[in-house]
Each structure stands twice: as structure tokens, then as C-alpha cells.
T-cell receptor, first 108, second 112 residues
Framework: TQLLEQSPQFLSIQEGENLTVYCNSSSVFSSLQWYRQEPGEGPVLLVT?????EVKKLKRLTFQFGDARKDSSLHITAAQPGDTGLYLC????????FGTGTSLTVIP | DAGVIQSPRHEVTEMGQEVTLRCKPI?????LFWYRQTMMRGLELLIYFNNNVPIDDSGMPEDRFSAKMPNASFSTLKIQPSEPRDSAVYFC??????????FGQGTRLTVV
């Protein structure tokens, strides 16, 4: 059973466009993390969100944790080719499950 | 610290052979996780350890898979016998309590 569903699965956009990817679950989580994985590498942490409704910004990336702490979104403004990669949300705690992932390609 | 170190980076083996993947976690980290990543199934948690003790191995697909952590600085994932469907990238990750997890570069396993 997949606890975390991410959408869309694949996304290909032009440089400069904005995009939003989603991470959804029917379960409530105490915290959630977003990771980015580049080809040939392991995932690298971008952010941790803890409080329902919390919004965190990391340069052009904006992360939001849903009020009910069941979902999260990642918005990228003015995407650049360097943003290309696999974006994964993850449930933290004793175990450590990842979502299905969104593969983003930003075309120059 | 050099980060999480996995070896080998690539492994090609014949069906039926034993494969051993190795991981050295970051010093001081008390959790170690083994994952398998494929296009079809994404990043799957296989097993994790806390303070060298296996806590949950429910993700291990079959009895052919086994993992050990004899000490805080070393873990192995063994597949015996290997099958073509085991082909995947295997990642090891470590973290301290609930903080950020750090991943190794992975081992790309091909079973022919």
C-alpha cells in the first residue's frame, strides 16, 4: 500500500514557467519532508514541514503543508534547467516512506 | 565526514549468484535504511535498523534477501540467489533520530 501519492508523475516544461507538484495521503503525519534526486545520485533533503498550514520558501521553491497535515505541495517559480530531477515527498518518524515521485524536466 | 558510502557502485552478476551490497553510514547516526529503486515501483523501503538492531524488515521482498548490521559503522544487504527481477538501484541512508536523512550514491545491480 502506497501511503503517499504524488502528482503529476511526469512533468516537462519550458524554462521560466511555473509549476506545482502535489503529495497526498489519507493519513495524518506529524511531519513531511521533500527531497530532490538527480540522475545517478541519492535523494537530497530540500525541506521539512511540521505544522499544519506551514509555508516554507527556499529561493524559488515554496513548500506548503496542508492544514490537516495529510497533504503537501511544492511550487517552483520561473523554473530553470537546474531544477530538473525527481521530487520525492517522505513521511518521517521511526520509519521512512517515500512517495511515488514527480519527475521534472525543465527544457532550456 | 565523507557521507554515506556504498560499495560497489555497479554490480553485474549472473542469475543464481550471491550478491553482497555494503554500506558505511555517517558516524554518530543511529538509524540506517536500505531502499530499492526501480522505475515501476519507485523508492521502496526494504529494512531499517536503529542502533544496529533490525526494527522492521517487512519490506524485504523474499527470504532470498537478508541484511545485517554487525556494528554502528557497517551494514550489508545480501541477495542469495539473485534473480533478474532483483535488478535495481539499491540505496543506503542514515540519519540521527528524526533529522535529515543522508543517502549514499547507490549500487546499480544488474542480474543477467
Amino acid at each position: 500500500t502506497q501511503l503517499l501519492e504524488q502528482s503529476p508523475q511526469f512533468l516537462s516544461i519550458q524554462e521560466g514557467e511555473n509549476l506545482t507538484v502535489y503529495c497526498n495521503s489519507s493519513s495524518v503525519f506529524s511531519s513531511l519532508q521533500w527531497y530532490r534526486q538527480e540522475p545517478g545520485e541519492g535523494p537530497v533533503l530540500l525541506v521539512t514541514v511540521v505544522t499544519g498550514g506551514e509555508v516554507k520558501k527556499l529561493k524559488r521553491l515554496t513548500f506548503q503543508f496542508g492544514d490537516a497535515r495529510k497533504d503537501s505541495s511544492l511550487h517552483i517559480t520561473a523554473a530553470q534547467p537546474g531544477d530538473t530531477g525527481l521530487y520525492l515527498c517522505a513521511v518521517t518518524g521511526n520509519q521512512f516512506y517515500f512517495g511515488t515521485g514527480t519527475s521534472l524536466t525543465v527544457i532550456p | 565526514d565523507a557521507g554515506v558510502i556504498q560499495s560497489p557502485r555497479h554490480e553485474v552478476t549472473e542469475m543464481g549468484q550471491e550478491v553482497t551490497l555494503r554500506c558505511k553510514p555517517i558516524s554518530g547516526h543511529d538509524y540506517l535504511f536500505w531502499y530499492r529503486q526501480t522505475m515501476m515501483r519507485g523508492l521502496e523501503l526494504l529494512i531499517y535498523f536503529n542502533n544496529n538492531v533490525p526494527i522492521d524488515d517487512s519490506g524485504m521482498p523474499e527470504d532470498r534477501f537478508s541484511a545485517k548490521m554487525p556494528n554502528a559503522s557497517f551494514s550489508t544487504l545480501k541477495i542469495q540467489p539473485s534473480e533478474p527481477r532483483d535488478s535495481a538501484v539499491y540505496f543506503c541512508a542514515s540519519r540521527f533520530r528524526s533529522a535529515e536523512a543522508f543517502f549514499g550514491q547507490g549500487t546499480r545491480l544488474t542480474v543477467v
